[in-house]
T-cell receptor, first 112, second 113 residues
Framework: DQQVKQNSPSLSVQEGRISILNCDYT??????FLWYKKYPAEGPTFLIS?????DKNEDGRFTVFLNKSAKHLSLHIVPSQPGDSAVYFC???????????FGGGTRLMVKP | DAGVIQSPRHEVTEMGQEVTLRCKPI?????LFWYRQTMMRGLELLIY????????DSGMPEDRFSAKMPNASFSTLKIQPSEPRDSAVYFC???????????FGSGTRLTVV
């Protein structure tokens, strides 16, 4: 069965510090993962992705790391800002590659 | 482009009533997805369409749920009869071909009392 799991429902971080959000997966056909960010009363928006040809992808303050042997990926935000406070979902394509399966989400709170 | 447009933004209805949620995808996108967000289950896929054809509806919880896409610019998700456990935020998303950067609508918050 294909699944992505986010075991931490919430995370609180001080402004300026690093936020680390984690995601574990069981099986992956494509070794391709995405992170989405969701503000209250809005739909999720695509943030960053990573594929198996890399173990790291960086976009400004956001970096995603992929550890295939551990079946684990993480999203690092540094430095964290209050505007980063949101729910973050990891996601992966299903085996057919035509839809995304999302984790349960982690609510990040960045305190000023 | 105005993005994916969902209506209504909020819906409060009584148990047993029919509820219809609407979605207008981004023009040119050939995939449309209906997701539901709950505290317990996170974001779960209900059904998706490719070129207006339903491809996978295995996530639809019960026969009370149905979805249609009569044309490329419109889709509906209907619940009949509605129950309190259907209360959730329902999202519509669209994408072009195999692009996984879905564009989500702002969602419809459904409350069934």
């Amino acid at each position: 069965d294909q699944q992505v799991k986010q075991n931490s429902p919430s995370l609180s971080v001080q402004e300026g510090r690093i936020s680390i959000l984690n995601c574990d997966y069981t099986n992956s056909m494509f070794d391709y993962f995405l992170w989405y960010k969701k503000y209250p009363a809005e739909g999720p928006t695509f943030l960053i992705s990573i594929s198996s040809i890399k173990d790291k992808n960086e976009d400004g303050r956001f970096t995603v790391f992929l550890n295939k042997s551990a079946k684990h990926l993480s999203l690092h935000i540094v430095p964290s800002q209050p505007g980063d406070s949101a729910v973050y979902f990891c996601a992966e394509p299903n085996n057919a590659g035509n839809m995304l399966t999302f984790g349960g989400g982690t609510r990040l709170m960045v305190k000023p | 482009d105005a993005g994916v447009i969902q209506s209504p933004r909020h819906e409060v209805t009584e148990m047993g009533q029919e509820v219809t949620l609407r979605c207008k995808p981004i023009s040119g996108h050939d995939y449309l997805f209906w997701y539901r967000q709950t505290m317990m289950r996170g974001l779960e896929l209900l059904i998706y369409f490719n070129n207006n054809v339903p491809i996978d509806d295995s996530g639809m919880p019960e026969d009370r749920f149905s979805a249609k896409m009569p044309n490329a610019s419109f889709s509906t998700l209907k619940i009949q009869p509605s129950e309190p456990r259907d209360s959730a935020v329902y999202f519509c998303a669209s994408s072009f071909s195999s692009n996984y950067g879905y564009t989500f609508g702002s969602g419809t918050r459904l409350t069934v009392v």
